[in-house]
């Protein structure tokens, strides 16, 4: 738990360095979770397919060029939940000069929540702490095409495991270094009103 609370205060102290455009960002997403127990012994790793909900504000840095979006975030499997924080860095200038594929980062910590019944489906899990790693294409200036791969752990009633889950999700969020862009051409339609150039 103290452990929670440093992370929660290191959050803070990197938001407030974080000065000038800020602005919130939302994300869906869901993914396949390949989950493996290492105190059971099962014949077949059961699967899950959590969707996810996370709305939070995102920070823009010029140095580093980063982004960082600070987000909470819900997460179900119908039965089970999870909610919790998580912090994102976005890498500002991606692929090339202000290209539109960036690599991100991202860690998530949460509090699951199993319905107190007995024997919950196999696939409906709720997932915890997670470390994932991914590329965002962003479309614009605000909408971004999100693919990751993240190492989860789980829980399913009193079980406890972890899982690697592919994901793919979206997110309207801001994009942190847009690419450069033609000025519109202007059109005179009086040929005396046009600018000399010499």
């Known amino acids: ?18 000065r000038g455009q800020d602005r919130w960002g939302v994300g869906i997403g869901s993914g ?4 493996r ?3 059971r012994n099962e014949p077949k790793a059961p699967m899950a397919a ?6 939070g504000r995102v920070f823009m840095l010029e140095k580093p060029s980063i982004a960082l979006w600070f987000y ?3 997460e179900g499997t119908n039965q089970n939940q999870a909610f919790g924080v998580g912090y994102r860095v976005y890498s500002a200038n991606g692929f090339g000069e202000r290209g539109s594929l960036k690599p ?6 949460s509090t699951p929540y199993v319905k107190d019944r007995v024997g919950p489906p196999e696939r409906e899990r ?8 991914g590329l965002a294409y962003f479309l614009g200036d605000n909408h ?3 693919l990751s791969m993240g190492l989860y752990t789980t829980r399913q009633f009193q079980d406890r495991g972890f899982a690697v889950q592919p994901s793919i999700g979206y997110a309207f969020i801001p994009n942190p270094n847009p690419p450069l862009r033609s000025p519109k051409a202007r059109r005179y339609r009086n040929p005396a009103r046009c600018p000399k150039l010499f």
């Open 104 to 109: 991100f980062i991202d860690l998530f910590l």
């Open 50 to 55: 959590p969707v996810s909900v996370s709305l």
């Open 37 to 39: 127990q290492p105190f």
């Open 126 to 133: 709720s997932s915890g702490t997670f470390l994932t790693t």
């Open 144 to 146: 971004s095409i999100e």
């Open 72 to 74: 909470g975030r819900a």
């Open 32 to 35: 396949v979770q390949n989950v």
């Open 1 to 18: 738990m103290v452990g929670f609370y440093r992370f929660v205060l290191f959050l803070v102290f990197t938001a407030s360095l974080a």
